[in-house]
């Protein structure tokens, strides 16, 4: 994975757990609330080497109660070629 994805994802990460403790839920809490395994969420928040997919995205923000956009609201840059 490239730095400039990790660093994406680090971003992600943090929105993630910041919004899963806001609403008092714990990894497997959440997991509850949507389709996605409780240790898939857990991957998600440490392991920089983990990817998203659109579907796991979307699935997390049904169970946050948010719309999709919150958990990837943040600033990033994209390098012109």
């Not at 714990?26 to 898939?40: E, G, K, P, T, W």
């Not at 080497?49 to 943040?74: M, Q, S, V, W």
Request: glycine residues 4%; proline residues 1%; contains cysteine.
């Amino acid at each position: 994975m490239k730095s400039r994805d990790k660093k994406r994802l680090q971003k992600f990460r943090e929105n993630l757990i910041r919004l899963r403790k806001e609403k008092g839920l714990s990894q497997r809490d959440l997991s509850y609330l949507c389709d996605v395994d409780y240790s898939r969420i857990g991957k998600l928040e440490i392991n920089e080497n983990t990817n998203l997919n659109l579907t796991t995205l979307f699935e997390l923000a049904r169970g946050l109660g948010i719309h999709p956009k919150e958990l990837i609201d943040y600033d990033f840059e994209f390098a012109k070629k």
